[in-house]
Structures are given as C-alpha cells and as structure tokens.
C-alpha cells in the first residue's frame, strides 16, 4: 500500500492445526485470502459510520468467499 490506505488481512486455516503451530509464521498454516479495507468515514455521523463500516466489513467478506464458491461450483 502506499501513503494513509490501510488494510486488515484475512487468513484462513484449517481448524484442527495445534494452537502452537498455527501461531508460527514459518510453519504457513495460514493462508491468505485478502484484505479488508479500513476507512474513516469522517464526513458521515456516527450512526451512519457504524452502518457503513458494518456493510463495508460484510460485503468484503461476501466477495472473498464468494469467490470460493465459484471456484467450488
């Protein structure tokens, strides 16, 4: 990314990975799907901030596992 554009990455895994291993980096027992974006919304109220970044949060996740039901289909 470049200049103020943040990003929370999301991982997947599969569930039964020992805590201790799925907590080490190099052993790559998470994989990476995508990134959601972080956005201020400072020019709405809070209200509609919080609904937004509500729907923002959901329609990303929608989107990434959306695809993965493409690609299993």
């Not at 990314?1 to 990975?17: R, T």
């Not at 994989?31 to 400072?42: A, C, M, S």
């Not at 996740?61 to 289909?73: D, H, K, N, T």
């Given at each position: 990314?470049?200049?103020?554009?943040?990003?929370?990455?999301?991982?997947?895994?599969?569930?039964?990975?020992a805590?201790?291993?799925r907590?080490?980096?190099?052993?790559?027992?998470m994989?990476?799907?995508?990134?959601?974006?972080?956005?201020?919304?400072?020019?709405?109220?809070k209200?509609?901030?919080?609904?937004?970044?509500y729907?923002?949060?959901h329609?990303c996740?929608?989107?990434?596992?959306?695809?993965?039901?493409?690609?299993?289909?």
């Open positions: 990314f470049s200049g103020d554009k943040e990003a929370w990455p999301v991982y997947i895994s599969v569930g039964n990975i805590k201790s291993v907590r080490q980096t190099s052993k790559h027992a994989i990476l799907l995508g990134y959601i974006p972080i956005t201020k919304l400072e020019c709405l109220s209200a509609t901030c919080k609904d937004r970044a729907r923002l949060f329609y996740m929608s989107y990434i596992l959306g695809l993965f039901s493409e690609l299993s289909s």
